[in-house]
């Protein structure tokens, strides 16, 4: 992990956080438009694992999620849950060694953001510095489908506060 990204947690540094993904200045935050190919975005997420191969492989209809030589199909429904289905699939395809979150200050984009870290990393930073970790990154398990169903109100609370002081800040810039 970066240290940065440690840093940034332990010292609540949230503009820098915000900054880090929006400038796109932190190796494990990537984004996902909604309307991007989800090929396109489990590309850039392997290009936040330092030496796992992960990459997209479409076969007709069929996305083929590959790790390590490993297969995992996304049945696409060709709508606008696609995109939360993909990243779930990856998500999956990518444990245990590695998780994706969700990142809060992304929220009410049509761009999510997301930060992929060792599971080892991941954990770590639960127990050590779990407040920030929780007002910063949200477990995928823990929400609706990001693109058609995700609210303000299905963020967890301290997620929720801390996109409601990011949106502060904007306002008095």
Avoid: K
Avoid at 92 to 115: M, V
Avoid at 118 to 144: G, H, I, K, R
């Amino acid at each position: 992990m970066e240290p940065s990204f440690r840093q940034w947690l332990i010292d609540r540094d949230e503009p820098a956080i915000d900054d880090a993904f929006f400038d796109d200045e932190c190796p494990h935050f990537f984004a996902v438009d909604w309307r991007e190919d989800p090929a396109d975005f489990v590309q850039a997420c392997g290009d936040c694992l330092d030496g796992a191969d992960v990459r997209a492989d479409w076969q007709g209809d069929l996305l083929l999620i590959i790790r390590d030589g490993n297969e995992t199909t996304v049945s696409l429904m060709d709508d606008d849950g696609d995109q939360d289905l993909a990243i779930r699939t990856l998500n999956e395809a990518l444990q245990p060694d590695y998780e994706i979150r969700l990142l809060a200050c992304s929220h009410g984009s049509d761009t999510a953001g997301f930060a992929v870290l060792p599971t080892a990393d991941w954990e770590s930073l639960d127990s050590e510095l779990s407040q920030a970790v929780n007002e910063n990154f949200v477990a995928l398990a823990a929400l609706p489908n990001l693109f058609t169903e995700m609210t303000e109100e299905h963020l967890p609370e301290a997620a929720r506060l801390r996109f409601e002081r990011m949106m502060e800040r904007n306002r008095q810039r």
